[in-house]
């Protein structure tokens, strides 16, 4: 694990948040190397698997010219949903770094445990918490902005 790449994840994140995007970043790292990149897309472009995981494991199959990513890293700023964890799993994706944890949506240990479903065919190592302040303060942030500018809107329309 180097925090370096959680540090460029958290750049990403906040490209997210400049789109208006909930400010999620990914890096996808092979021999030390990022080789992929992503950030939450689905309100840019509608789409409702544009996730920043999805985006960058995409992106990284692409550069390697396989779907299998099994010398791969992925960071990520927050802990990944259901159908990220999938899409892991499915791309063999050696190890699993994320930021805040995600008691809405987490699938490694905040809301269900993708690690223990029985039977699946591959398993990625998982570490949660890295550089989690920071990558839970963007989250929230953005967040409690929102709250703001929706009571700001209802406001005016009275």
């Excluded at 950030?39 to 396989?66: S, V």
């Excluded at 029985?118 to 967040?143: A, M, R, W």
Aim: hydrophobic share 35%; charged share 25%; aromatic share 8%.
């Amino acid at each position: 694990m180097d925090q370096k790449f959680m540090e460029i994840a958290l750049q990403l994140a906040e490209e997210a948040k400049s789109l208006d995007e909930v400010p999620v970043g990914c890096v996808i790292v092979k021999d030390e190397t990022v080789i992929a990149t992503g950030y939450n897309l689905r309100e840019t472009n509608q789409q409702a698997l544009h996730h920043a995981e999805i985006i960058a494991i995409e992106q990284a199959c692409y550069q390697l010219g396989t779907w299998r990513l099994d010398e791969c890293d992925l960071y990520v700023t927050l802990e990944p949903c259901l159908m990220c964890a999938g899409a892991i799993t499915q791309s063999r994706i050696k190890n699993v770094y994320f930021g805040a944890f995600d008691p809405k949506g987490g699938a490694y240990g905040s809301k269900t445990n993708f690690l223990e479903i029985d039977g699946l065919n591959h398993y990625p190592i998982v570490q949660g918490g890295i550089l989690e302040k920071e990558c839970s303060n963007i989250i929230t942030t953005y967040f409690q902005n929102k709250r703001r500018q929706n009571k700001k809107s209802i406001h005016d329309i009275i």
